[in-house]
């Protein structure tokens, strides 16, 4: 039959109870004081870490802006671009052109070149200083020239008709001259006539 504590044992488990219980009290009521605080610390780094987040968010909108910014001078580089290209592409195209064009004059006007070129060396060689400004000198008179030209056409159109009764008049002439050397003392008077025309020289 077990045997009942005794009093001096029982007080000893209660006196450690009571210090047991008191010990927790105390320990409890410390981490209940200090939880104030605990909490305000963990409140001032959360507030801290929100302003750092805050700060990011920030950061990465300015970021974001100045990406879009990039991106919107990178779209508007690339149709320039486009457009250069095009432009390129059609000064190109007219160059292509105008090459095949110079090709085919330059097949044209080779064999002259080649042919001219003895004669023009030639001339500038040739050529004096005063034979070019009698050039100039021409060139300037060539309005009155051509003037002149056109009111001399029409008599000369009409020589083909007069060439026929000048030949005549000339025939007519020569006969007269014959008749008059045949009158008798026809030389006398024309070494007279000299004679005259002599003294009034």
Same mark, same amino acid.
């Given at each position: 039959?077990?045997?009942?504590?005794?009093?001096?044992?029982?007080?000893?488990?209660?006196?450690?109870?009571?210090?047991?219980?008191?010990?927790?009290?105390? =320990?409890?009521?410390?981490?209940?004081?200090?939880?104030?605080?605990?909490?305000? @610390?963990? %409140? =001032?780094?959360?507030?801290?870490?929100?302003?750092?987040?805050?700060?990011?968010?920030?950061?990465?909108?300015?970021?974001?802006?100045?990406? =879009? @910014?990039?991106?919107?001078?990178?779209?508007? /580089?690339?149709?320039?671009?486009?457009?250069?290209?095009?432009?390129?592409?059609?000064?190109?195209?007219?160059?292509?052109?105008?090459?095949?064009?110079?090709?085919?004059?330059?097949?044209?006007?080779?064999? %002259?070149?080649?042919?001219?070129?003895?004669? @023009?060396?030639?001339?500038?060689?040739?050529?004096?200083?005063?034979?070019?400004?009698?050039?100039?000198? %021409?060139?300037?008179?060539?309005?009155? /020239?051509?003037?002149?030209?056109?009111? %001399?056409?029409?008599?000369?159109?009409?020589? =083909?008709?007069?060439?026929?009764?000048?030949?005549? /008049? /000339?025939?007519?002439?020569?006969?007269?001259?014959?008749?008059?050397?045949?009158?008798?003392?026809?030389?006398?008077?024309?070494?007279?006539?000299?004679?005259?025309?002599?003294?009034?020289?």
């Amino acid at each position: 039959m077990p045997l009942l504590p005794s009093p001096l044992q029982l007080v000893s488990t209660v006196q450690k109870a009571a210090q047991s219980s008191l010990q927790w009290s105390l =320990d409890t009521t410390t981490f209940i004081v200090g939880l104030p605080t605990r909490v305000s @610390a963990l %409140l =001032d780094e959360a507030e801290g870490l929100v302003r750092q987040v805050s700060g990011v968010v920030d950061g990465a909108a300015r970021a974001v802006a100045a990406a =879009d @910014a990039v991106i919107a001078a990178c779209a508007a /580089l690339v149709d320039r671009t486009a457009v250069v290209a095009n432009e390129t592409e059609v000064v190109v195209g007219s160059a292509a052109r105008s090459a095949a064009v110079a090709d085919e004059l330059l097949a044209i006007y080779r064999p %002259l070149a080649l042919t001219a070129a003895p004669l @023009a060396t030639r001339f500038v060689d040739e050529i004096s200083e005063d034979e070019v400004h009698a050039a100039v000198k %021409l060139l300037d008179q060539l309005p009155e /020239l051509t003037d002149r030209m056109a009111a %001399l056409m029409p008599i000369l159109a009409t020589l =083909d008709t007069v060439s026929p009764e000048i030949h005549e /008049l /000339l025939d007519v002439v020569k006969d007269v001259r014959q008749a008059i050397i045949g009158v008798p003392g026809f030389g006398f008077f024309r070494r007279r006539g000299e004679d005259k025309l002599g003294e009034g020289d």
